[in-house]
């Protein structure tokens, strides 16, 4: 019987295409890795221009980079709606899940973020200033209810920034500043603060008549709120769900799950000019939680 011999090139052939074997189901497994289940992170960005002209503006280019990061890394965008049944009702979420939020509504989430959120196939959430809708000529354009219509047939979703406390107002004689949802004023003509009663009736009145406004406009129950600039205590929170809104959504980092109080919902910002999408996954992933197995007494 004739001995058979394997030519080198065959050899170097063999073993090429082992080595592909070997590490091609790797790869696949690399683009589905699980970073975390039962949790989600809640991205804000705030507005997109082609030109960088704040720390809370990001050109389009960065925000489709970051989109197409989320993709290819595996993340599961998902509606903001499915994060409340994820409270309300148990609902599991995917893993690596991660909310899209929006804050102040303005006119550049139409022009530039609603296309390529489309074309990436995600979903967002804007919290609009109710007052400042449709206004064009006041700073910054600002969305009107037909645009907000129209992305709403499209998977986006509209919640209230409040109706009209998104500045900084005087809280004593000395001149100090705050947010004016979260501090009594201080009244100069009174030479006085506001009681905690005036500070009460005037919130809830400004969350309540934003969250009626978006109800009648939009068609839809208007059950989330974000604070201006992530300023509140324990009050606001009581006050904010007395005027209908089941969460209230903050500025501080962190990831959310089942023991997040949903009154101080995290957010990861996203949307500043230096946060690449390789910062941006690294800023992500710095919020899991560890998990503490049952033995541990820590």
């Known amino acids: 019987m004739r001995k058979t ?5 065959i050899r170097l052939a063999s073993i090429l295409l082992f080595i592909v074997f070997l590490f091609t189901p790797l790869q696949a497994n690399a683009q589905n890795q699980i970073y975390y289940q039962d949790q989600a992170v809640v991205l804000m960005y705030h ?5 960088k002209k ?3 503006t990001i050109t389009p280019e960065l925000f489709k980079s970051q989109l197409e990061m989320l993709k290819k890394e595996g993340f599961n965008v998902i509606p903001i709606e499915e994060l409340a049944a994820f409270y309300k009702e148990g609902k ?3 893993p690596n899940a991660v909310v899209l939020t929006f804050d102040d509504g303005y006119e550049s989430f139409y022009t530039y973020a609603y296309p390529e959120l ?3 196939g995600f979903v967002a959430t804007n919290f609009v200033i109710v007052s400042q809708v449709g206004k064009k000529n006041e700073g910054i354009p600002k969305l009107d209810w037909g645009q907000m219509r ?3 047939l499209e998977g ?3 919640y209230s920034h409040t109706y009209d406390s998104h500045y900084y107002t005087q809280i004593d004689a000395a001149g100090r500043q705050a947010p004016v949802l979260a501090a009594q004023r201080y009244l100069p003509e009174l030479n006085r603060v506001e009681t905690p009663v005036e500070y009460r009736k005037r919130i809830i009145e400004d969350m309540r008549k934003s969250r009626l406004i978006l109800e009648q406009e939009l068609d839809k129950p208007a059950i989330f709120l974000a604070v201006p600039f992530g300023r509140y205590g ?4 009581y006050w904010a769900k007395y005027a209908g809104f089941e969460f209230v959504l903050s500025t501080n980092p962190g990831i959310n799950d089942a023991s997040t109080d949903s009154t101080r919902i995290y957010r990861v910002n996203a949307g500043s000019p230096e946060i690449t999408p390789e910062l941006l996954k690294q800023k992500i992933l710095q919020t899991i939680k560890p998990k503490i197995s049952r033995g541990s007494k820590k």
Not at 47 to 51: F, N, V
Not at 234 to 237: G, K, Q, V
């Open 5 to 9: 011999t394997f030519q080198p090139g």
């Open 47 to 51: 507005h997109l221009d082609p030109e």
């Open 150 to 152: 129209e992305m709403q």
């Open 92 to 94: 599991k979420l995917p």
């Open 234 to 237: 324990s009050s606001l929170s």
């Open 118 to 120: 489309k074309s990436q």
């Open 156 to 158: 986006m979703s509209f």
């Open 54 to 56: 704040s720390s809370a």
